[in-house]
Protein backbone atom coordinates (compact mmCIF):
# COMPACT_ATOMS: atom_id res chain seq x y z
CA UNK A 1 0.00 0.00 0.00
CA UNK A 2 2.53 2.23 1.10
CA UNK A 3 5.16 1.67 -1.71
CA UNK A 4 2.55 0.83 -4.52
CA UNK A 5 0.61 4.02 -4.07
CA UNK A 6 4.03 6.29 -4.17
CA UNK A 7 4.91 4.58 -7.22
CA UNK A 8 1.63 4.69 -9.07
CA UNK A 9 1.46 8.04 -8.37
CA UNK A 10 -1.56 8.39 -6.30
CA UNK A 11 -0.15 9.75 -3.01
CA UNK A 12 2.98 11.65 -1.97
CA UNK A 13 5.10 9.63 1.37
CA UNK A 14 3.40 11.55 3.54
CA UNK A 15 0.41 10.62 2.02
CA UNK A 16 1.14 7.11 1.56
CA UNK A 17 1.77 6.60 5.16
CA UNK A 18 -1.95 7.60 6.55
CA UNK A 19 -2.89 4.68 3.53
CA UNK A 20 -0.43 2.43 5.06
CA UNK A 21 -1.92 2.86 9.15
CA UNK A 22 -5.46 2.71 7.35
CA UNK A 23 -4.20 -0.65 5.72
CA UNK A 24 -2.69 -2.20 8.93
CA UNK A 25 -5.81 -0.96 10.45
CA UNK A 26 -8.56 -2.87 7.85
CA UNK A 27 -5.81 -6.30 8.39
CA UNK A 28 -5.77 -5.78 11.51
CA UNK A 29 -9.79 -5.93 11.50
CA UNK A 30 -9.78 -8.94 9.36
CA UNK A 31 -7.52 -10.81 11.46
CA UNK A 32 -9.46 -10.11 14.67
CA UNK A 33 -6.14 -8.44 16.54
CA UNK A 34 -7.58 -4.97 16.54
CA UNK A 35 -7.83 -4.15 20.43
CA UNK A 36 -7.84 -1.05 22.18
CA UNK A 37 -4.21 -2.45 24.25
CA UNK A 38 -2.81 -3.01 20.59
CA UNK A 39 -3.71 0.69 19.63
CA UNK A 40 -2.01 1.49 22.50
CA UNK A 41 0.95 -0.13 22.05
CA UNK A 42 1.35 0.86 18.48
CA UNK A 43 0.61 4.84 19.33
CA UNK A 44 3.08 4.43 22.25
CA UNK A 45 5.53 3.26 20.01
CA UNK A 46 5.23 6.04 17.34
CA UNK A 47 5.63 8.75 20.12
CA UNK A 48 8.94 7.13 21.49
CA UNK A 49 9.69 6.78 17.56
CA UNK A 50 8.70 10.51 16.96
CA UNK A 51 10.58 11.61 20.14
CA UNK A 52 13.97 9.92 18.81
CA UNK A 53 13.83 11.48 15.31
CA UNK A 54 13.06 15.21 16.99
CA UNK A 55 16.06 14.65 19.52
CA UNK A 56 18.18 13.81 16.83
CA UNK A 57 16.84 16.77 14.32
CA UNK A 58 17.44 19.30 17.48
CA UNK A 59 20.98 18.15 18.52
CA UNK A 60 21.55 18.55 14.21
CA UNK A 61 20.37 21.45 14.35
CA UNK A 62 22.04 22.94 17.08
CA UNK A 63 25.55 21.42 16.34
CA UNK A 64 24.96 22.94 12.61
CA UNK A 65 24.24 26.53 14.33
CA UNK A 66 27.41 26.12 16.37
CA UNK A 67 29.35 24.81 13.83
CA UNK A 68 28.40 28.06 11.43
CA UNK A 69 29.14 30.35 14.21
CA UNK A 70 32.78 28.86 15.24
CA UNK A 71 33.36 28.78 10.80
CA UNK A 72 34.01 25.43 10.95
CA UNK A 73 32.11 25.23 7.05
CA UNK A 74 34.81 27.75 6.00
CA UNK A 75 37.50 26.16 7.39
CA UNK A 76 36.72 22.45 5.86
CA UNK A 77 36.01 24.34 2.62
CA UNK A 78 39.47 25.83 2.77
CA UNK A 79 41.51 22.49 3.78
CA UNK A 80 39.82 20.80 1.33
CA UNK A 81 40.72 24.02 -1.47
CA UNK A 82 44.86 23.35 0.06
CA UNK A 83 44.61 19.70 -0.64
CA UNK A 84 45.12 20.76 -4.55
CA UNK A 85 42.44 18.23 -5.70
CA UNK A 86 40.33 18.62 -8.84
CA UNK A 87 36.95 18.90 -8.57
CA UNK A 88 36.32 15.36 -10.06
CA UNK A 89 39.08 14.18 -7.15
CA UNK A 90 37.01 16.10 -3.92
CA UNK A 91 34.11 14.46 -5.54
CA UNK A 92 35.36 10.93 -5.79
CA UNK A 93 36.30 12.33 -1.31
CA UNK A 94 33.11 13.22 -0.77
CA UNK A 95 31.76 9.75 -1.94
CA UNK A 96 34.32 7.82 0.16
CA UNK A 97 33.21 9.90 3.20
CA UNK A 98 29.43 8.86 2.76
CA UNK A 99 30.61 5.70 2.03
CA UNK A 100 32.50 5.15 5.18
CA UNK A 101 30.55 6.96 7.39
CA UNK A 102 27.42 5.39 6.58
CA UNK A 103 28.63 2.21 8.04
CA UNK A 104 28.48 3.70 11.19
CA UNK A 105 26.03 6.04 11.52
CA UNK A 106 22.00 6.34 10.83
CA UNK A 107 20.82 7.76 7.12
CA UNK A 108 18.48 10.68 9.08
CA UNK A 109 21.33 12.29 11.86
CA UNK A 110 24.47 11.41 9.18
CA UNK A 111 21.95 13.70 6.28
CA UNK A 112 21.37 16.58 8.92
CA UNK A 113 24.93 16.97 10.49
CA UNK A 114 26.41 16.40 7.11
CA UNK A 115 24.58 17.96 4.34
CA UNK A 116 25.07 21.57 5.56
CA UNK A 117 28.90 21.61 5.63
CA UNK A 118 29.81 19.36 2.55
CA UNK A 119 26.99 21.12 -0.12
CA UNK A 120 28.26 24.03 -0.27
CA UNK A 121 31.67 22.51 -1.03
CA UNK A 122 30.85 20.65 -3.70
CA UNK A 123 28.19 22.61 -5.09
CA UNK A 124 31.29 25.63 -4.87
CA UNK A 125 33.30 23.28 -7.33
CA UNK A 126 30.49 23.35 -9.96
CA UNK A 127 28.83 20.69 -9.87
CA UNK A 128 24.62 20.85 -10.02
CA UNK A 129 23.05 20.90 -6.69
CA UNK A 130 19.98 19.22 -7.78
CA UNK A 131 22.41 16.72 -9.09
CA UNK A 132 24.22 16.36 -5.95
CA UNK A 133 21.09 15.95 -3.75
CA UNK A 134 19.41 13.27 -5.67
CA UNK A 135 23.33 11.55 -5.26
CA UNK A 136 23.51 12.42 -1.90
CA UNK A 137 19.97 10.14 -1.76
CA UNK A 138 21.50 7.19 -3.39
CA UNK A 139 24.36 7.54 -1.19
CA UNK A 140 22.28 7.53 1.86
CA UNK A 141 20.21 4.65 0.59
CA UNK A 142 23.84 2.31 0.23
CA UNK A 143 24.25 3.57 3.71
CA UNK A 144 20.28 1.59 5.02
CA UNK A 145 22.31 -1.59 3.97
CA UNK A 146 25.41 -1.22 4.35
CA UNK A 147 27.03 -3.78 7.37
CA UNK A 148 27.49 -3.37 9.70
CA UNK A 149 24.86 -1.05 11.30
CA UNK A 150 22.56 -0.89 7.99
CA UNK A 151 19.22 -0.47 9.55
CA UNK A 152 17.75 -2.43 6.71
CA UNK A 153 19.96 -5.42 7.80
CA UNK A 154 18.52 -5.64 11.03
CA UNK A 155 14.91 -5.30 9.45
CA UNK A 156 15.04 -8.18 7.42
CA UNK A 157 16.81 -10.16 9.92
CA UNK A 158 13.82 -9.36 12.29
CA UNK A 159 11.12 -10.10 9.16
CA UNK A 160 13.30 -13.54 8.58
CA UNK A 161 13.48 -14.67 12.40
CA UNK A 162 16.19 -17.31 11.79
CA UNK A 163 19.54 -17.58 10.77
CA UNK A 164 22.26 -15.07 11.93
CA UNK A 165 22.69 -11.40 11.23
CA UNK A 166 26.25 -12.57 9.30
CA UNK A 167 23.86 -14.26 6.69
CA UNK A 168 21.99 -11.13 5.70
CA UNK A 169 25.33 -9.14 5.64
CA UNK A 170 26.41 -11.93 2.86
CA UNK A 171 23.35 -11.79 1.22
CA UNK A 172 23.49 -7.76 0.65
CA UNK A 173 26.89 -7.76 -0.84
CA UNK A 174 25.31 -7.69 -4.53
CA UNK A 175 22.77 -5.14 -3.77
CA UNK A 176 25.26 -3.34 -2.33
CA UNK A 177 27.40 -3.85 -5.24
CA UNK A 178 24.15 -2.57 -7.38
CA UNK A 179 24.18 0.71 -5.59
CA UNK A 180 28.09 1.30 -6.18
CA UNK A 181 27.20 0.97 -9.43
CA UNK A 182 24.36 3.78 -9.59
CA UNK A 183 26.67 6.23 -8.07
CA UNK A 184 28.71 5.31 -10.64
CA UNK A 185 26.35 5.68 -13.35
CA UNK A 186 25.49 9.03 -11.61
CA UNK A 187 29.18 10.38 -11.68
CA UNK A 188 29.48 9.23 -14.85
CA UNK A 189 26.52 10.28 -16.82
CA UNK A 190 25.19 13.79 -14.40
CA UNK A 191 22.21 13.19 -17.02
CA UNK A 192 20.70 10.63 -15.79
CA UNK A 193 19.14 12.98 -12.30
CA UNK A 194 19.10 15.87 -14.34
CA UNK A 195 16.87 15.04 -17.14
CA UNK A 196 13.78 14.48 -15.81
CA UNK A 197 13.97 17.80 -13.53
CA UNK A 198 15.40 19.46 -16.86
CA UNK A 199 11.58 18.53 -18.32
CA UNK A 200 10.44 20.78 -15.52
CA UNK A 201 12.59 23.40 -15.38
Known amino acids: MVVGSIYAGI???????SLGVVAALVLAGLNRSLSLDMLRQAIEGTMRTTAMVMLIIIAAVFLNFV???????????????????????TLLLVIA?????????????????????????????GYDPVW????????????????????????VQGIRGRGSLNDVMIGVIPFVGVMMAMIALLVAFPGIALWLPGLFY
Do not use: D, H, W
Request: proline share 7%; hydrophobic share 55%; charged share 5%.
Open 97 to 125: FYLVLGCFMETLSMLITTAPIITPIVTGL
Open 67 to 89: LGMVGMTQAIARLISSLGLSPFE
Open 132 to 155: FGILLMVMLEAALITPPIGVNLYV
Open 11 to 17: ATPTEAA
